[in-house]
């Protein structure tokens, strides 16, 4: 097993945000290293962590990791995608939830472990899959969808300009042979990119490999179905903290909390508003809350890391 090497971003302020009451039932919805299941369980008396994730290497780190938490009951792992919180919960009798927290992307021993093929950086098989029980992985992706699925994805969830001229690459390419590993992929999509482009704005291949792990993973709509569950379950009073790492998730998670916190369409001259129509929710971060100047010195990752709350009020 990959030796896990994890600082968690927004630590302090993710945990604090939730307002834990040492009762309480709590969701990490993305254990990973175990920083925040480790801060959330120690505020905890007779409250309960149940911590999820769906790699299994991430469980397995934590069993000894967290094991004195484990052996105090205050938490319980769940090995499964956060897409299925609601039904997972259930399984365990939890029907109500006080607060959660997610830390979203790939954690840093996914990328870390050369071997997964989530990194540019290192040679690897093309693979991606934070699940690796899931069929559809990286080369997959690479070798097997249509030009336009690529283009589209390389520019929906990539942001990548070049998008059409890398799809381009890619299908000449696999015309020849299959494009097996990371390094091979990565030489392709240079090909598609201006020699003058390619010296500003990092790793040409960054915002490519960006969009073809999301689409391996089906990053966006895990994250969508999961947050409309969160919001269902949480109990009044209880609060949802969200990191976000790029701003399709940013935009998305502002998107659904902007939904809930507003007011519904309200009839001209209205002099007060009934309480029946006030939003069921509010939101507690304004503006997202980033990374203090200390934290973006010590940890390159958090510089994109932004954090948004919202509470149940009713």
Not at 114 to 131: H, I, K, T, V
Not at 158 to 168: H, P, Q, V
Request: charge should be negative.
């Amino acid at each position: 097993m990959a030796e896990f090497k994890h600082v968690t971003v927004l630590l302090n302020e993710a945990i604090d945000n939730l307002a834990v009451q040492p009762t309480g039932t709590y969701v990490d919805a993305t254990l990973g290293g175990g920083g925040h299941s480790q801060l959330l369980a120690s505020k905890l008396t007779t409250g309960k962590l149940w911590s999820f994730d769906q790699d299994i290497t991430a469980i397995e780190y934590n069993q000894t990791h967290l094991a004195s938490e484990l052996a105090a009951g205050k938490i319980e792992f769940i090995q499964n995608n956060f897409r299925n919180l609601q039904s997972a919960l259930a399984e365990v009798g939890v029907t109500g939830i006080d607060g959660i927290v997610y830390d979203l992307g790939v954690s840093s021993p996914q990328f870390d472990d050369g071997q997964r093929g989530f990194s540019y950086n290192y040679d690897a098989p093309l693979d991606m899959r934070m699940n690796q029980s899931q069929e559809l992985n990286a080369r997959t992706v690479v070798n097997d969808w249509s030009f336009n699925d690529l283009m589209r994805i390389l520019s929906r969830y990539g942001e990548e300009k070049f998008a059409k001229s890398i799809a381009r690459a890619i299908e000449r390419e696999r015309a020849v042979k299959p494009i097996e590993t990371t390094f091979e992929l990565v030489d392709v999509i240079k090909s598609a990119i201006p020699m003058g482009a390619r010296r500003t704005g990092g790793h040409p291949a960054k915002k490519s490999f960006q969009a073809i792990r999301i689409a391996v993973n089906d990053e966006l709509g895990a994250v969508e179905e999961s947050l409309q569950q969160a919001l269902d379950l949480l109990n009044v009073n209880g609060r949802i903290s969200v990191i976000t790492f790029h701003s399709l998730e940013d935009r998305l998670v502002k998107t659904m909390f902007k939904e809930k916190t507003s007011l519904p369409e309200l009839p001209n001259g209205l002099p007060v508003i009934p309480d029946e129509m006030q939003p069921d929710f509010k939101s507690i971060t304004r503006k997202p809350i980033l990374a203090s100047e200390e934290e973006l010195a010590e940890n390159h990752r958090a510089h994109s890391a932004k954090l948004r709350v919202i509470q149940r009020m009713r």
